[in-house]
């Protein structure tokens, strides 16, 4: 109570007051003269002035059209066009102008027979309720035929209009969609963030892919045009134009052919291949399977088509090159190894003895050989995948040390390819076991992780890019799909010895070349060198007993996996495959590889020869 | 005088009316339901008779009204105890959107409260007048110049604030609002004639801070027709508008302007030219007698409050909303440059609807929380 007392007027002195009131009176006056102000302007122009306005008025018809710009183009590395503008037609509807609408939505239900009754049905709804005075773009196309038949009937539906306008396509198809991305309509979450006068006009804008990322540079700015209307809006000639800027070209890294050709390898397998250049780190094929159709999502996707793809088990929408995260499996063994010798863990020279297992504190990690590789040095170990080898090593190493001369490769962090949405993948280390699961690390978890295994997640894009960084002995490329003839400024990963380098990589090719290595089959007959190394993944750990593929349902079956680069002395191309739930690395996966190079390579020397 | 701290409930006026039970002011709630009931016809007018539009509007301002009640029931000393938290919550607020604010069209000014997307400015408005009214609650008239210095550093660090979101036109009116407090608490006049002739003698120097696209509204008011396809347009089309009304204007939905697309923001900023266009000179004059008959009141309610800290704030908000109204309608006929400024209570939209309606709220809460001791 006592808050109040202390303001209570009690204690007021009264001339106080009254000096407020005056100053309140002259507010009050201050306010009824500027209201009087107001009110003689308002007499000026609506009295004085009215014929004036009123002319202007009735002989408004001079308007502002804004003329959205034409998005830019897309073309594969070879100049093939990936996402094309078609001109489409449509219907502009005004409802202040209909003087039936049902008839209209039943002709337009006769015409447009490929569009469902619901969906029109809906449109209408929503369009009867709406802005009277506000034109409306029916939000399908129309081919020619049907906006000829339209045409036809035109005269009896006043205040609908066929109009023409550029459909973005994409004329591959399903083909490299998950680099491409798509675009679609523009939804209310979308209109806030952007800026309005560069979308005037505009309805769709990128919406995944490259077609996202660059939706800067593709989408252009819009124009104006003042036109003259007669007194029914009908546009009697065009005054002052101020043209619209066409968004720009863009030229893709990828080889469509070899991106088609590439998908074809994977047939119906579900998965992911990724092909660099390691020279620039130019992404020459970007494969995520199964793919879909983006010019379904142009004029905004149906339900029952979008549902059939949310629902696919499948997921033909997740773009597994980015965000699929693999256990890596034998496929970090040449990084493991090359650490190992770089740091002076082991020589490569040193053998060891594999009895088929290592044990450790009573529990025995088995090696994917039963009987053993017997006596193995670094070479053997690569080119056979021989896990005991690398269980030892790593118990000798310790996860910090894995982790740390894992990191320059790029595992665990982003590759910052130019696609939004990339995951990290996970590159174990002490520090990271404490900081997400908040418990120490077990030497245990150690000897998996040296294979691969456990807490190891990585990406396609990931793996690429760690295998061209290896094949360009340690310069490290930054991948992309955006061909940029801008000159490119390169970090080099830390060399002590480039023996130890040319070391693990002669090895790498033994795996291709030599007679135990784990490919060999694929690249007898290649006129080049490749090195190479299979991976199979664990799904989930089974425990000891013998594995069969046969029994364990498909889906926690091994992944395949392959890395590899060629030609081994100077490489042109570097390249990650994963098959899920697939099987070995030896089986799927790098004959998969092995084509896929070959059929570049060939291209890149008939490419010379013309 | 001694009180009884048992009997609380006898230190205020018996309540006899159901209106009065509420804390509710009829006069003032009269004006504002005329004026809330002519900006839903409008409303729906401007978007050219969309229903949702319409149903969205009736919503907020049910919303608004039920605030604005609720407020009137909070009795002034509350407010007056919680001014300094509130005033650094604001303040907080204001630095938070400067440091994660969302962009929304060039400027941060917002800021996500999780499923509340928030403009702490809005919040500033009601704010920054209550906490300079509470610096001079127990001030002399005129009040020393150390007082006087201390409101004013405090109007210039939140107008500051909201300067460098930027949104030039917002801080400037709530550090309006924050002057208007200095002048009913009794800034001298000759410090207010002194910086009224020294702003004017700075504007060369503003002009110099000013944003590319804040000198091109002041450009185009001065000569529309230098940018007839951008903003120029909209002030040329907006005074057809409201000149081809005349006396008597075109009816309820009747405005070809808004309907040909020709008006920009017809149901936000650009209202009054609707309006203007389909009620004519006579519609014009009533809309502001009645705004006249809110803004009167709202004085009245200051004259007979009986504080120093509810007369001020009383008082600031009204000439704040007189302000907000007069700059609105001068800016759509073309006598000062775009701003981007609602016209209050008439506009489509909801934000500064409620932060308006909570200070009618505050206001009749000043009028209907008085003691019984001076009566």
């Given at each position: 109570m006592s808050e109040h007392l202390e303001f209570n007027s009690d204690s007021e002195n009264f001339a106080q007051k009254k000096q407020f009131q005056f100053r309140l009176f002259f507010a009050f006056g201050f306010v009824v003269l500027l209201f009087l102000f107001l009110i003689g302007r308002m007499l000026q122009l609506q009295w004085l002035e009215y014929d004036r306005y009123k002319g202007l008025a009735d002989g408004n018809r001079i308007s502002v059209e804004v003329l959205p710009p034409t998005r830019g183009k897309i073309y594969d590395r070879n100049h093939i066009l990936l996402a094309d503008n078609q001109p489409v037609y449509t219907l502009h509807l005004i409802r202040e102008k209909m003087k039936n609408i049902d008839s209209t939505l039943q002709a337009t239900q006769k015409i447009l027979t490929n569009i469902s009754a619901e969906r029109l049905h809906n449109f209408f709804a929503k369009f009867k309720k709406g802005n009277r005075s506000r034109t409306y773009t029916l939000p399908f196309s129309l081919t020619e035929e049907q906006a000829a038949k339209f045409a036809v009937i035109n005269h009896k539906h006043p205040g609908v209009t066929v109009d023409a306008r550029l459909k973005r396509t994409y004329p591959h198809g399903a083909a490299a969609v998950h680099a491409l991305g798509y675009v679609g309509r523009i939804n209310a979450k979308e209109l806030a963030k952007l800026n309005e006068k560069l979308y005037r006009g505009t309805d769709i804008m990128g919406k995944l892919g490259i077609e996202k990322y660059y939706e800067s540079l593709l989408h252009g700015s819009p124009g104006l045009q003042q036109i003259e209307t007669n007194a029914r809006g009908r546009v009697i000639r065009k005054l002052e134009t101020l043209p619209a800027t066409t968004g720009q070209d863009i030229h893709l890294s990828i080889d469509i052919e070899l991106q088609k050709y590439a998908e074809s390898l994977m047939g119906k397998l579900r998965g992911s291949i990724v092909a660099i250049d390691p020279t620039n780190g130019e992404i020459l094929a970007f494969v995520s399977m199964p793919t879909f159709d983006p010019n379904l999502f142009v004029d905004g996707i149906d339900q029952k088509s979008y549902d059939i793809l949310r629902n696919d088990p499948n997921r033909p929408m997740f773009n597994r090159a980015i965000k699929g995260q693999y256990p890596p499996g034998s496929t970090i063994k040449p990084f493991v190894a090359l650490g190992a010798i770089e740091q002076g863990f082991i020589s490569p020279y040193k053998k060891i003895s594999d009895p088929g297992y290592l044990e450790y504190k009573g529990h025995r990690y088995r090696?994917?050989?039963?009987?053993g590789h017997g006596i193995v040095d670094m070479n053997t170990a690569i080119v056979e995948s021989c896990d005991t080898y690398f269980y030892k090593l790593s118990l000798d190493m310790g996860i910090d040390e894995i982790h740390d001369t894992m990191a320059?490769?790029?595992?665990?962090?982003?590759?910052?390819?130019?696609?939004?949405?990339e995951r990290i993948g996970i590159l174990p280390s002490q520090a990271w076991k404490m900081a997400k699961k908040g418990k120490p690390w077990y030497r245990g978890e150690t000897i998996i992780s040296s294979i691969g295994q456990g807490y190891n997640l990585a990406t396609p894009i990931q793996l690429a890019r760690a295998t061209a960084i290896l094949a360009n002995r340690g310069k490290i490329i930054v991948p992309h799909l955006y061909r940029n003839p801008k000159e490119q400024t390169f970090e080099q990963v830390e060399i002590k010895k480039i023996a130890n380098w040319e070391k693990v990589i002669k090895s790498m090719q033994n795996v291709m070349h030599s007679k135990k290595g784990t490919a060999r089959r694929y690249a007898t007959n290649l006129p080049f060198k490749m090195a190479g190394k299979t991976g199979t993944a664990q799904v989930y750990s089974l425990n000891a007993g013998d594995y069969d593929a046969e029994t364990i349902r498909e889906k926690l079956r091994d992944h395949s996996l392959f890395v590899g680069f060629a030609p081994v002395n100077n490489p042109k191309i570097a390249i990650a495959v994963i098959a899920e739930n697939a099987g070995s690395g030896s089986k799927i996966a790098a004959p998969i590889a092995v084509k896929l190079v070959s059929r570049y390579l060939e291209s890149q020397l008939n490419n010379l020869k013309d | 005088m001694k009180i009884d701290i048992d009997q609380e409930q006898q230190v205020y006026r018996k309540n006899k009316s159901l209106l009065l039970c509420l804390h509710i002011d009829a006069w003032l709630l009269f004006g504002i339901l005329l004026l809330l009931a002519a900006s839903l016809a409008i409303v729906y007018s401007a978007s050219g008779g969309d229903q949702a539009v319409m149903n969205r509007q009736a919503i907020r301002i049910g919303f608004a009204l039920v605030l604005m009640v609720i407020f009137a029931q909070i009795p002034p000393h509350i407010i007056y105890i919680f001014t300094p938290w509130l005033f650094l919550m604001g303040i907080l607020m204001l630095i938070g959107v400067l440091l994660f604010g969302e962009v929304g069209k060039g400027a941060q000014r917002w800021l996500n409260l999780g499923p509340i997307r928030f403009q702490p400015s809005e919040l500033m408005k009601l704010a920054l007048p209550i906490t300079v009214a509470w610096l001079f609650a127990h001030s002399k008239f005129p009040p020393s110049l150390r007082r006087l210095l201390l409101g004013a550093f405090v109007i210039m660090i939140t107008a500051g604030l909201i300067v460098v979101q930027p949104d030039l036109g917002t801080s400037l009116l709530i550090a309006m609002s924050g002057l208007f407090v200095l002048f009913f608490a009794g800034l001298p006049w000759k410090v207010i004639i002194a910086s009224i002739s020294a702003t004017v003698l700075s504007a060369p120097v503003a002009w110099h801070f000013m944003h590319a696209y804040q000198k091109q509204r002041v450009m185009t008011f001065i000569n529309p027709e230098s940018d007839p396809l951008g903003s120029g347009y909209h002030i040329i089309q907006s005074k057809i508008a409201i000149g081809s009304g005349g006396i008597d204007g075109k009816g309820l939905l009747g405005s070809t302007q808004a309907h040909l697309d020709f008006l920009p923001e017809s149901t936000t900023d650009f209202i009054f030219s609707v309006l203007a266009e389909e009620f004519g000179l006579i519609g014009v004059v009533i809309l502001l007698f009645m705004y006249l008959l809110v803004i009167a009141r709202g004085l009245y309610i200051a004259s007979q409050a009986q504080d120093n800290f509810t007369r001020l704030i009383a008082a600031s908000f009204m000439m704040t909303l007189f302000v907000y109204i007069f700059v609105n309608i001068s800016m759509v006929s073309g006598l000062l440059p775009v701003v981007g400024l609602p016209l209050p209570l008439m506009s489509y939209g909801g934000s500064s609807l409620v932060s308006l309606m909570i200070s009618f709220g505050i206001l009749m809460s000043i009028h209907t929380h008085k003691k019984l001791l001076t009566d």
């Open positions: 090696d994917w050989k039963r009987k320059p490769f790029g595992f665990g962090k982003a590759s910052n390819i130019d696609i939004y949405g | -």
